[in-house]
């Protein structure tokens, strides 16, 4: 059994930050590439930024040099730090990697998402 956790949601006004977290846990061989989406209501889920284990990054257009993706191979996590908040950001987050599994199946696996709210 696999999961993701994340942490670090809320509310927050514009032009302020934020950090998100997700912990990955259980049954891990390794995790290759994680990342972070978001969905806003009414809206599909669009990536944010991914980072691979070697630790390359990508980001959306609207949020480079806002954003930035980490990651902790030695403890599973990885985190976004999410500065100069707009109010077009507000979305539900999800944390997101590929894991090969103790049973060496490879497979995607999504936290259950963490609320971000920004007020202008």
């Known amino acids: 059994q696999v999961q993701l956790v994340e942490s670090g949601g809320g509310l927050v006004q514009a032009g302020g930050s934020l950090r998100l977290s997700c912990a990955a846990s259980?049954?891990?061989?390794?995790?290759?590439?994680m990342g972070w989406y978001r969905q806003a209501p009414g809206k599909q889920r669009d990536l944010v930024a991914t980072?691979?284990?070697?630790?390359?990054?990508n980001y959306a257009d609207s949020v480079k040099g806002r954003f930035t993706i980490s990651r902790d191979n030695a403890k599973n996590t990885v985190s976004l730090q999410m500065n100069s908040l707009k109010p077009e950001d507000t979305a539900v987050y999800y944390c997101?990697?590929?894991?090969?599994?103790?049973?060496?199946?490879?497979?995607?696996?999504w936290g259950q998402g963490t609320q971000v709210t920004v007020s202008s």
């Open positions: 997101n990697a590929e894991i090969r599994s103790i049973s060496l199946q490879r497979r995607s696996y």
């Open positions: 980072i691979t284990r070697g630790g390359t990054t």
């Open positions: 259980g049954s891990i061989f390794s995790i290759n590439d």
